[in-house]
Protein backbone atom coordinates (compact mmCIF):
# COMPACT_ATOMS: atom_id res chain seq x y z
CA UNK A 1 0.00 0.00 0.00
CA UNK A 2 1.22 3.74 -0.92
CA UNK A 3 -0.19 4.58 2.60
CA UNK A 4 -2.56 3.72 5.63
CA UNK A 5 -5.68 5.92 5.19
CA UNK A 6 -7.75 2.79 4.76
CA UNK A 7 -5.97 0.05 6.52
CA UNK A 8 -8.12 -2.19 8.70
CA UNK A 9 -11.12 -0.29 6.15
CA UNK A 10 -13.29 -2.87 3.69
CA UNK A 11 -14.38 -1.02 0.54
CA UNK A 12 -17.33 -2.66 -1.67
CA UNK A 13 -17.17 -1.11 -5.32
CA UNK A 14 -19.41 -1.96 -8.27
CA UNK A 15 -18.12 -1.31 -11.73
CA UNK A 16 -18.99 -1.58 -15.53
CA UNK A 17 -22.44 -1.87 -17.22
CA UNK A 18 -24.68 -5.16 -16.43
CA UNK A 19 -26.04 -7.15 -19.45
CA UNK A 20 -29.93 -7.58 -19.31
CA UNK A 21 -31.26 -10.97 -21.51
CA UNK A 22 -33.81 -10.77 -24.67
CA UNK A 23 -33.11 -14.38 -25.20
CA UNK A 24 -30.14 -16.99 -25.57
CA UNK A 25 -28.44 -14.76 -27.84
CA UNK A 26 -29.31 -11.14 -27.24
CA UNK A 27 -29.42 -8.41 -24.51
CA UNK A 28 -29.94 -4.87 -23.37
CA UNK A 29 -27.24 -3.02 -22.02
CA UNK A 30 -24.63 0.23 -22.10
CA UNK A 31 -21.70 1.97 -22.54
CA UNK A 32 -20.25 1.42 -19.21
CA UNK A 33 -16.02 0.10 -19.70
CA UNK A 34 -15.90 -0.08 -15.62
CA UNK A 35 -13.00 1.55 -16.11
CA UNK A 36 -13.90 4.38 -13.23
CA UNK A 37 -14.67 2.10 -10.97
CA UNK A 38 -11.68 -0.13 -11.37
CA UNK A 39 -9.46 2.85 -11.21
CA UNK A 40 -11.26 3.50 -7.64
CA UNK A 41 -10.44 0.16 -6.61
CA UNK A 42 -7.14 0.45 -7.60
CA UNK A 43 -6.96 3.78 -5.22
CA UNK A 44 -8.40 2.31 -2.54
CA UNK A 45 -5.77 -0.73 -2.89
CA UNK A 46 -3.35 1.38 -2.51
CA UNK A 47 -4.64 3.36 0.07
CA UNK A 48 -4.58 -0.10 2.01
CA UNK A 49 -8.20 -1.20 2.20
CA UNK A 50 -9.65 -4.51 1.59
CA UNK A 51 -11.54 -3.95 -1.39
CA UNK A 52 -14.32 -6.06 -3.26
CA UNK A 53 -15.29 -5.56 -6.70
CA UNK A 54 -18.32 -6.34 -8.37
CA UNK A 55 -18.04 -6.31 -11.60
CA UNK A 56 -20.72 -6.09 -14.79
CA UNK A 57 -19.09 -7.37 -18.09
CA UNK A 58 -16.11 -5.43 -18.57
CA UNK A 59 -12.83 -6.58 -20.02
CA UNK A 60 -10.17 -4.81 -17.77
CA UNK A 61 -7.92 -7.06 -15.56
CA UNK A 62 -8.41 -7.41 -11.64
CA UNK A 63 -6.56 -5.06 -9.71
CA UNK A 64 -4.05 -6.78 -7.71
CA UNK A 65 -4.96 -7.43 -4.20
CA UNK A 66 -8.83 -7.13 -5.06
CA UNK A 67 -11.15 -9.61 -4.13
CA UNK A 68 -13.78 -9.83 -7.80
CA UNK A 69 -17.20 -11.07 -8.21
CA UNK A 70 -18.47 -11.12 -11.83
CA UNK A 71 -21.93 -10.76 -12.76
CA UNK A 72 -24.16 -10.10 -15.27
CA UNK A 73 -27.20 -9.25 -14.99
CA UNK A 74 -28.35 -6.51 -12.29
CA UNK A 75 -30.29 -8.93 -10.37
CA UNK A 76 -27.08 -10.92 -10.07
CA UNK A 77 -25.44 -7.57 -9.26
CA UNK A 78 -27.76 -6.78 -6.50
CA UNK A 79 -27.63 -10.55 -4.87
CA UNK A 80 -24.00 -9.93 -4.91
CA UNK A 81 -23.99 -6.56 -3.30
CA UNK A 82 -26.46 -7.90 -0.66
CA UNK A 83 -24.72 -10.47 0.37
CA UNK A 84 -21.27 -8.57 0.69
CA UNK A 85 -22.51 -5.30 1.65
CA UNK A 86 -22.87 -5.85 5.76
CA UNK A 87 -19.44 -6.99 5.94
CA UNK A 88 -17.89 -3.57 4.28
CA UNK A 89 -17.49 0.03 6.21
CA UNK A 90 -18.14 1.76 2.51
CA UNK A 91 -19.79 1.22 -0.54
CA UNK A 92 -18.80 2.94 -3.67
CA UNK A 93 -21.43 2.20 -6.36
CA UNK A 94 -20.16 3.23 -10.11
CA UNK A 95 -22.09 0.58 -11.66
CA UNK A 96 -24.06 1.68 -14.73
CA UNK A 97 -27.17 -0.33 -13.64
CA UNK A 98 -29.35 -0.99 -16.23
CA UNK A 99 -33.01 0.55 -15.33
CA UNK A 100 -34.90 -1.74 -16.70
CA UNK A 101 -34.99 -5.91 -18.11
CA UNK A 102 -37.05 -7.76 -20.08
CA UNK A 103 -40.22 -8.90 -18.27
CA UNK A 104 -40.20 -12.58 -19.47
CA UNK A 105 -36.50 -13.26 -21.85
CA UNK A 106 -37.34 -15.33 -24.60
CA UNK A 107 -36.36 -19.11 -24.01
CA UNK A 108 -35.41 -19.39 -27.71
CA UNK A 109 -34.35 -16.93 -30.24
CA UNK A 110 -36.25 -14.45 -31.26
CA UNK A 111 -37.79 -15.21 -34.47
CA UNK A 112 -38.05 -11.80 -37.32
CA UNK A 113 -41.73 -11.96 -38.37
CA UNK A 114 -43.74 -8.68 -38.20
CA UNK A 115 -42.81 -5.12 -39.20
CA UNK A 116 -43.08 -3.89 -35.07
CA UNK A 117 -41.58 -5.84 -31.88
CA UNK A 118 -42.47 -4.69 -28.65
CA UNK A 119 -40.65 -6.51 -25.95
CA UNK A 120 -42.22 -5.58 -22.26
CA UNK A 121 -39.25 -3.75 -19.77
CA UNK A 122 -39.70 -4.20 -16.08
CA UNK A 123 -37.66 -2.01 -13.49
CA UNK A 124 -34.16 -3.62 -12.16
CA UNK A 125 -33.79 -2.97 -7.99
CA UNK A 126 -32.07 0.05 -7.24
CA UNK A 127 -28.92 -1.47 -5.76
CA UNK A 128 -27.26 1.73 -4.06
CA UNK A 129 -30.54 2.77 -2.53
CA UNK A 130 -31.29 -0.77 -1.10
CA UNK A 131 -27.29 -0.89 0.43
CA UNK A 132 -28.12 3.01 1.64
CA UNK A 133 -31.75 1.93 3.43
CA UNK A 134 -29.90 -0.97 5.69
CA UNK A 135 -30.87 -0.22 9.15
CA UNK A 136 -27.63 -2.48 10.64
CA UNK A 137 -24.43 -2.72 9.05
CA UNK A 138 -24.81 0.00 6.91
CA UNK A 139 -21.95 1.00 4.75
CA UNK A 140 -20.88 4.97 4.01
CA UNK A 141 -22.46 4.82 0.48
CA UNK A 142 -21.13 6.78 -2.24
CA UNK A 143 -22.85 7.28 -5.66
CA UNK A 144 -22.33 8.42 -9.06
CA UNK A 145 -24.68 10.59 -11.56
CA UNK A 146 -24.10 10.96 -14.71
CA UNK A 147 -26.07 13.49 -16.23
CA UNK A 148 -26.78 15.06 -19.70
CA UNK A 149 -28.39 18.24 -17.73
CA UNK A 150 -28.94 19.95 -14.57
CA UNK A 151 -26.29 17.96 -13.44
CA UNK A 152 -26.12 19.24 -9.93
CA UNK A 153 -29.50 19.58 -9.04
CA UNK A 154 -30.35 16.03 -10.22
CA UNK A 155 -27.14 15.00 -7.85
CA UNK A 156 -28.92 16.54 -5.05
CA UNK A 157 -31.80 15.41 -5.51
CA UNK A 158 -30.79 11.95 -5.83
CA UNK A 159 -28.16 11.85 -2.90
CA UNK A 160 -31.40 12.85 -0.47
CA UNK A 161 -33.40 10.41 -2.37
CA UNK A 162 -31.65 7.06 -2.07
CA UNK A 163 -30.40 8.96 1.27
CA UNK A 164 -26.87 8.92 0.40
CA UNK A 165 -23.40 10.01 2.18
CA UNK A 166 -21.86 11.49 -0.43
CA UNK A 167 -22.89 11.99 -4.47
CA UNK A 168 -20.61 12.12 -7.46
CA UNK A 169 -22.03 13.84 -10.72
CA UNK A 170 -20.49 14.11 -14.24
CA UNK A 171 -21.67 15.30 -17.45
CA UNK A 172 -21.68 12.38 -20.34
CA UNK A 173 -22.30 12.60 -23.49
CA UNK A 174 -20.61 14.73 -26.20
CA UNK A 175 -17.81 12.56 -25.40
CA UNK A 176 -17.96 13.30 -21.69
CA UNK A 177 -17.85 10.35 -19.48
CA UNK A 178 -18.38 7.47 -20.83
CA UNK A 179 -15.47 5.88 -23.18
CA UNK A 180 -13.50 8.73 -22.25
CA UNK A 181 -10.08 8.67 -20.74
CA UNK A 182 -10.89 11.72 -18.36
CA UNK A 183 -13.64 12.95 -16.78
CA UNK A 184 -14.41 15.73 -14.59
CA UNK A 185 -16.79 15.51 -11.30
CA UNK A 186 -19.18 17.55 -8.87
CA UNK A 187 -18.78 15.78 -5.43
CA UNK A 188 -21.66 16.54 -3.03
CA UNK A 189 -22.86 15.83 0.33
CA UNK A 190 -25.50 17.33 2.45
CA UNK A 191 -23.79 20.20 3.65
CA UNK A 192 -21.54 20.74 0.85
CA UNK A 193 -19.52 19.96 -2.29
CA UNK A 194 -16.43 20.20 -3.62
CA UNK A 195 -15.35 20.71 -7.42
CA UNK A 196 -13.06 17.86 -9.41
CA UNK A 197 -11.61 19.59 -12.34
CA UNK A 198 -11.12 17.57 -15.66
CA UNK A 199 -8.35 14.69 -15.41
CA UNK A 200 -7.31 11.41 -16.31
CA UNK A 201 -9.82 9.06 -14.42
CA UNK A 202 -6.85 7.69 -12.72
CA UNK A 203 -5.56 10.49 -11.44
CA UNK A 204 -9.53 11.97 -10.46
CA UNK A 205 -9.81 8.29 -8.55
CA UNK A 206 -7.09 9.20 -6.36
CA UNK A 207 -8.49 13.18 -5.89
CA UNK A 208 -12.18 11.42 -5.17
CA UNK A 209 -10.61 8.97 -2.90
CA UNK A 210 -9.26 12.01 -0.91
CA UNK A 211 -12.98 13.11 -0.47
CA UNK A 212 -14.44 10.09 0.42
CA UNK A 213 -11.83 9.56 3.04
CA UNK A 214 -12.18 12.51 4.66
CA UNK A 215 -15.91 12.78 4.46
CA UNK A 216 -16.20 9.30 5.81
CA UNK A 217 -14.10 10.06 8.90
CA UNK A 218 -16.30 12.94 9.27
CA UNK A 219 -19.39 10.88 9.45
CA UNK A 220 -17.38 8.57 11.83
CA UNK A 221 -16.74 11.76 14.23
CA UNK A 222 -12.91 11.18 13.51
O1 LIG B 1 -30.65 6.83 -10.51
P1 LIG B 1 -29.36 6.66 -11.21
O2 LIG B 1 -29.28 5.39 -12.04
O3 LIG B 1 -28.88 7.84 -11.99
O4 LIG B 1 -28.31 6.48 -10.02
C1 LIG B 1 -26.96 6.26 -10.29
C2 LIG B 1 -26.31 5.70 -9.08
O5 LIG B 1 -27.08 4.63 -8.52
C3 LIG B 1 -24.98 5.06 -9.40
O6 LIG B 1 -24.15 5.17 -8.26
C4 LIG B 1 -25.36 3.62 -9.71
O7 LIG B 1 -24.27 2.73 -9.53
C5 LIG B 1 -26.46 3.38 -8.71
N1 LIG B 1 -27.51 2.45 -9.17
C6 LIG B 1 -27.65 1.20 -8.58
N2 LIG B 1 -28.67 0.37 -8.99
C7 LIG B 1 -29.54 0.75 -9.95
C8 LIG B 1 -29.40 2.01 -10.55
C9 LIG B 1 -28.38 2.84 -10.15
O8 LIG B 1 -26.85 0.86 -7.70
N3 LIG B 1 -30.51 -0.09 -10.32
Redesign the pocket.
Known sequence: ARDDRLVGHRVLI?AGPTREPLDPVRFITNRSTGQQGFAIAEACLAAGAQVTLVAGPVNLPTPPGAARIDVET?AQ??AA?MQQAPAHDLFI???????YRAAEPAERKLKKSAETLSIELVR????????AALSERRPFC??????THDVIA?ARD?LQR?RLDL?CANEVGGGKGFEADDNALHVLWDAGGVELPRQGKRELANALLDVIIERYHASHGA
Open positions: TAMHVATAAVADNPDILASVVGFAAEYKKI
